[in-house]
Nanobody
Framework: QVQLVESGGGLVQAGGSLRLSCAASGRIASIYYMGWFRRVPGKEREFVAGIRWSGVTPAYADSVKGRFTISRDNAKNSLYLQLNSLKPEDTAVYYC??????????????WGQGTQVTVSS
């Protein structure tokens, strides 16, 4: 089992920044890959960014590339998402998720409860 707890969401004006955190506990050593997702009511959940727990090969959705940065701190068992140049369309609930299987296709078995990000225009 892996437990994930997000924090850092809030209300920010367009152009502003936020830093989201995801604290992981439990079977940390089994984590292969972690990702950030977001969901807007009435829309499909969207992949935002992902990274191997080893820290290599981050991946980003085109909509956030150049504005968001994913990172992790293994010593703190934490995943981060730096959100810069925020736009109103970035408003969503943001979730972190963990893949322990390490297969060719990402399978996220563990999810946090989410943190709300609201960007005002």
């Amino acid at each position: 089992q892996v437990q994930l707890v997000e924090s850092g969401g809030g209300l920010v004006q367009a152009g502003g920044s936020l830093r989201l955190s995801c604290a992981a506990s439990g079977r940390i050593a089994s984590i292969y890959y972690m990702g950030w997702f977001r969901r807007v009511p009435g829309k499909e959940r969207e992949f935002v960014a992902g990274i191997r727990w080893s820290g290599v090969t981050p991946a980003y959705a085109d909509s956030v590339k150049g504005r968001f940065t994913i990172s992790r701190d293994n010593a703190k068992n934490s995943l981060y998402l730096q959100l810069n140049s925020l736009k109103p369309e970035d408003t969503a609930v943001y979730y972190c998720a963990a893949d322990l299987r390490g297969g060719f296709v990402r399978v996220y078995d563990y999810w946090g409860q989410g943190t709300q990000v609201t960007v005002s225009s």
